[in-house]
């Protein structure tokens, strides 16, 4: 048994050793790239290692004399003042030339009435004019007050031209008497 034993135990001390010599035979990972705040070391010579330096520290820096902060009325929550409003645009430069008319800024214009004034009747026993109206698609009839198309109002009647409106009053304008 002696020889069997001493044969095992060779057999583990050789399987150690192995263990040991792959260990160091197998390739190792890279080295993590250094961070920006690190020295960084000279290249490796074969067969050498790396000499790690350590970072430059300045130890008299932290004994020195350091300002103090001034006696300012600091807030956290106060937010800083809005910025002033930008100045207005300059207004246009306008020239006059002849004969050109400047429109006022504001709404614009009410379109005109699309009507035609084509004739008045009048009825002699009632003491009334009728104004005749058309559009082109259709005959309106309406007196002094009344309304056409419930869109106008009908404010004068007279012999060769009738005086109309909108409803609300705006657009006043005067439709001559066209006959056809």
């Known amino acids: 048994m ?12 050789l399987v150690v050793v192995l263990a040991v010599v792959a260990y160091r035979a197998w390739p190792r990972a890279a080295p993590a790239a250094p961070l920006a705040s690190t020295v960084t070391s000279p290249p490796r010579a074969a067969g050498r ?3 790690v330096a350590a970072p430059d520290v300045h ?3 932290l ?17 800083k003042p ?3 409003p930008p100045p207005p645009p300059p207004e246009p430069k306008v020239t006059r030339s002849a004969g050109t008319v400047l429109a006022p800024n504001g709404a614009p214009p009410t379109p005109p009435i699309a009507l035609k004034f084509i004739g008045v009747v009048e009825a002699p026993e ?10 082109g698609r259709g005959v309106y009839y309406g007196v002094e007050g009344g309304t056409i198309e419930g869109r106008y109002r009908i404010l004068r009647i007279g012999a060769e031209s009738i005086e109309m409106a909108y409803l609300d ?3 006043r304008q005067t439709i001559r008497l066209s006959g056809s």
């Open 169 to 171: 009053g705006r657009g």
């Open 63 to 79: 004994d020195a004399e350091r300002t103090r902060p001034g006696d300012t009325d600091r807030n956290l929550f106060r937010f």
């Open 82 to 84: 809005k910025p002033p």
């Open 59 to 61: 130890l008299e820096a």
């Open 2 to 13: 002696e020889p069997e034993r001493r044969n095992q135990l060779l057999l583990a001390v």
């Open 49 to 51: 290692r790396a000499v």
């Open 126 to 135: 009632h003491s009334k004019k009728i104004a005749v109206l058309s559009d």
